[in-house]
């Protein structure tokens, strides 16, 4: 064998390999879904499981879109606000016809673009600390919530409901639409010149700077690009559920960042793992049926979402390692204190 074909392979087999968050997560799923079989066996049942599959997807996208922000370091919490206007903007704008889905698409679009604009600018350009930043846009998206819809729910189009809501061979068309946005934020971000560049810059900024990237603008775009996702899903959540409420988009703030954080993306940055964020959102999703097939009351929802998000920080930040060693070494100096004092 020559050394290129050596080398070659070794590069093949390190390109392939499975992260530690995909690894935990797949491992993680197929625990969760023997437990609910055995233990709640209704919360695997056919229709359960179609619905799942459904709302997997939607937490699918949008966690994306937050893992996206995430790699630069940053953290959007427009996200509620963001799902809520798509949704309401699908709903209301249509008025119940189906020709008007594309008005409503371009009128989402623009609301979403417009959105992580104002995201980059107070973030990427004013250094604005992203909390803040996106809390506030978060507000100005929920007063165009009310503004769209005047708080009156709408009947989403016949179209929509089965563009959205229906299902092709047996799976939602969601989660079709969901894999279709895996593989490209993948390709882009793992085979390009320009995903490759966006994950060193957020990796280490002052390296990015020193080879003359456009810091700011990576930093900034990623905003844009969570802000389309965010619409993508309400889109999908407005056909999904016929007769939506506009503040839908508040149930997945936390998951989002969840799913991003149990899939091993670090909360300072760096490279992202989409595959690994995709099986997180299907593992918490699974885990809320769970819960709620268990009999729990479904405020206890958002405390299960909560500590998977600790335990997901727990996980990939503490030094495991570092905490066994010191441990090793604190018990065998009690144990040689105890054998001199005997």
């Known amino acids: 064998m020559t050394q290129t074909e050596s080398g070659s392979r070794v590069l093949t087999a390190s390109r392939f390999r499975l992260s530690r968050g995909l690894l935990t997560m797949a491992v993680s799923l197929v625990v969760l879904f023997a437990l609910s079989a055995a233990l709640a066996p209704s919360s695997v049942s056919v229709n359960v499981v179609s619905s799942w599959l459904q709302f997997s997807a939607i937490l699918a996208i949008i966690g994306l879109g937050q893992m996206l922000v995430v790699q630069q370091g940053g953290i959007d919490l427009s996200v509620a606000g963001a799902v809520s206007l798509a949704i309401v903007v699908s709903s209301q704008v249509p008025n119940g016809r189906d020709d008007g889905i594309p008005l409503a ?18 973030i990427g350009y004013l250094k604005l600390n992203a909390i803040i930043a996106t809390l ?8 165009a919530v ?18 959205a809501g229906g299902e092709t061979f047996g799976i939602p068309n969601s ?16 085979n390009t010149a320009a995903g490759r560049r966006f994950e060193m810059v957020g990796a280490n900024q002052r390296a990015g700077k020193a080879m003359g990237l456009r810091v ?3 930093e900034g775009l990623s905003y844009v690009w969570a802000q389309i996702l965010y619409w ?16 839908m988009g508040n149930a997945y703030l936390l998951p989002s960042v969840a799913v991003v954080v149990l ?3 670090s909360l300072l940055g760096g490279r992202g793992y989409p595959v690994a964020t995709f099986v997180a959102a299907l593992f918490l999703k699974q885990l809320d049926q769970f819960v709620i097939s268990l009999g729990v009351p479904y405020a206890v929802q958002t405390i299960v979402q909560a500590a998977a998000l600790a335990v997901g920080v727990a996980i990939y930040t503490v030094n495991w390692r570092g905490v066994r060693v010191r441990f090793t070494s604190l018990f065998a100096g009690k144990v040689k204190s105890a054998t001199a004092a005997s």
């Open 105 to 122: 698409i371009v009128y989402g679009l623009a609301y979403a673009i417009g959105a992580g604009l104002l995201n980059a600018f107070l």
């Open 136 to 143: 506030g846009t978060n507000a100005l998206l929920f007063g």
């Open 146 to 163: 009310l503004m769209v819809s005047g708080g009156i729910p709408q009947i989403s189009t016949d179209l929509l409901q089965t563009l």
């Open 175 to 190: 989660m079709y639409v969901a894999v279709v946005v895996l593989i490209v934020v993948v390709v882009v971000t793992k």
């Open 216 to 218: 700011r603008s990576h």
């Open 232 to 247: 993508l899903a309400g889109f999908l959540i407005a056909g999904i559920v016929s007769q939506p409420t506009a503040y």
């Open 263 to 265: 899939g091993g993306t």
